[in-house]
């Protein structure tokens, strides 16, 4: 019996108590190598020891300080994320949050306007991230949805053009779609959102599974050369502590006037002193260049062991976001379970892919480690 909502299904009747370094430890005591990352949260890992010291030292400052007062820790996390000097924050507690900021704002600076998103695009649960979320499952049964949302196909240029009207006042989207099977965005097709782009259409890049280095940058959009309008981030951002964010460009961050938006949470001193750490960490200038050295060994590992297996269609990798597409959807929750028997935990992404989100900090010989496994079981 459980006093809890079963939207989460029925649970995986095991129970962490402890972490270190890139593995968990079940209740027996049982070592798990990480490739979950909690998805995409504890990018750290679970021995990031100056995100734990800044916390807890934040705990017995101040845990909570409201919006009505001046907040220089908000200002230091701000100016971290700050991407060539041309964007503001608004702090919010979740990636949901940090898109509904990012629809609103796109309303107010072009009222009466459709938003256009994509299919198999996740951007979060709540009403309006949830309206754009183009996917059956998890739309249905919530009719009516937030109207003016408009959507196309992810990667198809024609798709997207026949979708944009003048009605369209900004498209939003991933640079990997994550939750819908990771699928990494085209170099054509973000050419095509640019230039979309150019004719005022403002691009709003949901970054929350993408950004703090997991792809080897601070955010994904980098790779191909955008300049958002709007960007989104939160997952990875406080290695643990809920945090989210939404930044706009200078001038656009203007339309946010006194009393437009605001959260009692957004921007609490104790996930604002991890991500100060979590961005301190990130922008060593070592750390994301041997994330690309890392992704890149784990890259050659998995076209090494896996990419020939009769049950593996393709591996799609950007930096550390792996999705491995099986042939048969019906062995996806079988791979999670026989990996968590061989002490490797993995995610599942759309239907039929295996996902796989490892710390940033994972070893070289620890990534090997994870796909030896997998190769034992495909
Ligand atoms: C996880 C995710 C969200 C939702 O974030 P929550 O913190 O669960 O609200 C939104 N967009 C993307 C791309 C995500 O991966």
Redesign the pocket.
């Known amino acids: 019996m459980t006093h809890l909502l079963e939207n989460y299904g029925k649970r995986i009747p095991m129970t962490f108590t402890h972490g270190e370094g890139v593995y968990l430890y079940d209740q027996t005591g049982k070592q798990y190598l990480d490739f979950t990352s909690g998805?995409?949260v504890m990018n750290l890992g679970y021995s990031f020891e100056a995100g734990k010291a800044a916390v807890k030292a934040q705990v017995d400052a101040i845990p909570h300080l409201s919006n009505l007062y001046e907040n220089p820790l908000q200002e230091e996390v701000a100016a971290y994320l700050d991407y060539q000097g041309s964007y503001k924050a608004f702090f919010a507690n979740?990636?949901?949050?940090a898109?509904e900021a990012a629809l609103k704002l796109a309303r107010l600076l072009k009222p009466d306007t459709t938003i256009l998103a994509f299919e198999d695009g996740?951007?979060?649960?709540?009403f309006g991230?949830m309206s754009a979320t183009m996917q059956d499952k998890i739309q249905k049964g919530f009719a009516p949805l937030v109207p003016g949302f408009t959507k196309a196909v992810y990667n198809d240029v024609e798709s997207l053009s026949a979708a944009v009207t003048d009605k369209t006042g900004a498209i939003i989207f991933?640079i990997v779609q994550?939750?819908g099977g990771v699928t990494p965005i085209t170099q054509a097709f973000s050419e095509s959102l640019k230039a979309f782009q150019k004719q005022g259409i403002l691009l709003i890049v949901?970054e929350?599974?993408?950004g703090n280095g997991r792809t080897g940058k601070l955010f994904g959009f980098e790779h191909f050369g955008l300049e958002p309008d709007i960007i989104?981030s939160?997952?990875g951002l406080g290695n643990g502590l809920p945090i989210?964010v939404m930044l706009a460009k200078t001038e656009y961050a203007t339309a946010f006037t006194a009393g437009k938006h605001g959260s009692t949470f957004g921007g609490n001193p104790i996930a604002m002193a991890s991500a100060k750490a979590v961005l301190k960490q990130l922008t060593q200038p070592a750390f994301l260049a041997e994330v690309t050295e890392n992704a890149a060994f784990l890259g050659a590992e998995l076209a090494d062991k896996l990419a020939d297996k009769a049950s593996v269609v393709a591996i799609r990798q950007l930096g550390l976001m792996v999705g491995i597409e099986l042939r048969d959807a019906n062995q996806v929750p079988k791979v999670l379970v026989a990996a968590r028997a061989h002490g490797l935990l993995v995610l599942s992404a759309g239907h039929d892919v295996i996902r796989l989100l490892p710390p940033l900090v994972m070893s070289q010989a620890q990534l090997a480690d994870g796909v030896a496994i997998l190769e034992a079981i495909l």
Do not use: P
């Open positions: 998805i995409g979740s990636g949901a949050e898109n996740f951007h979060g649960r709540t991230a991933e994550g939750e949901d929350v599974q993408t989104t939160a997952k989210g």
